[in-house]
């Protein structure tokens, strides 16, 4: 992979990592995942993790019969959003770069785990702020059974 330089590019992916790309296009990027989850949704749905330990990030592959990335969750602290480094930004701090640039429907819930949610549905992101410091973020598309987007 070239220079990380670890971009949440909405809608889009992180860096070169693009929403809708197989597995095997990702390892040719990145190389194998330290670790790898199954998880059946259902009889005909699968979804797999692979797990970046080393650079902090999950990849969400989605679809039994065509998998592409769906999802990205990191905990990356170097993590820039817009050119700003996400996690060093506060609740409200968040809430006023995305309406800055252009997505302004958001909600927040707190967990039954406890921590809170702050989500943009126009962007497909999601905050999660465990005693008040971004924790977690994910972001993604949604794609469709043929593996394209929706």
Not at 38 to 66: C, G, M, P, Q, W
Not at 89 to 113: P, Q, V
Request: aromatic share 10%.
């Amino acid at each position: 992979m070239e220079k990380n330089k670890n971009e949440i590019l909405i809608k889009i992916g992180l860096d070169n990592i693009k929403f809708g790309m197989s597995p095997e296009e990702v390892t040719s990027l990145l190389g194998e995942a330290q670790e790898v989850e199954n998880l059946e949704i259902d009889d005909e749905n699968t979804t797999t993790i692979s797990h970046y330990l080393d650079k902090e990030f999950a990849l969400f592959f989605v679809n039994s019969r065509k998998p592409c990335l769906e999802c990205i969750e990191t905990s990356n602290r170097d993590t820039l959003l817009f050119g700003k480094k996400i996690f060093l930004l506060n609740e409200c701090e968040i809430i006023s770069l995305l309406t800055e640039n252009g997505f302004s429907n958001y909600e927040t819930e707190t967990e039954i785990w406890g921590e809170k949610r702050l989500t943009f549905e126009d962007a497909m992101i999601d905050f999660y702020f465990d005693d008040k410091h971004l924790s977690v973020i994910s972001w993604g598309i949604l794609i469709d059974e043929n593996g394209e987007f929706c």
